[in-house]
């Protein structure tokens, strides 16, 4: 890993941004039959488990 990967890597973490490099390592090792997201999806995915779709964003 390079050092600005790990920089990034740290930042997203910090802020509570899921890891896809860790979400792909975790389907392959457990679910290697399944297809996993691509980066795109996962990312919506994780937002919208995180912040819901009830509509709008939140003010708080």
Same mark, same amino acid.
């Given at each position: 890993?390079?050092?600005? /990967?790990?920089?990034?890597?740290? #930042?997203?973490? &910090?802020?509570?941004?899921?890891?896809?490099?860790?979400?792909? +390592?975790?389907? /392959?090792?457990?679910?290697?039959? #399944?297809?996993? &997201?691509?980066?795109?999806?996962?990312?919506?995915?994780?937002? +919208?488990?995180r912040?819901?779709?009830?509509?709008?964003?939140?003010?708080?």
């Amino acid at each position: 890993m390079t050092l600005l /990967a790990l920089i990034a890597e740290t #930042a997203r973490s &910090m802020v509570g941004m899921p890891s896809y490099t860790a979400y792909r +390592q975790h389907m /392959a090792a457990h679910h290697p039959e #399944a297809e996993p &997201m691509d980066e795109v999806a996962f990312f919506r995915d994780r937002q +919208q488990a995180r912040y819901g779709g009830k509509g709008g964003g939140r003010c708080c």
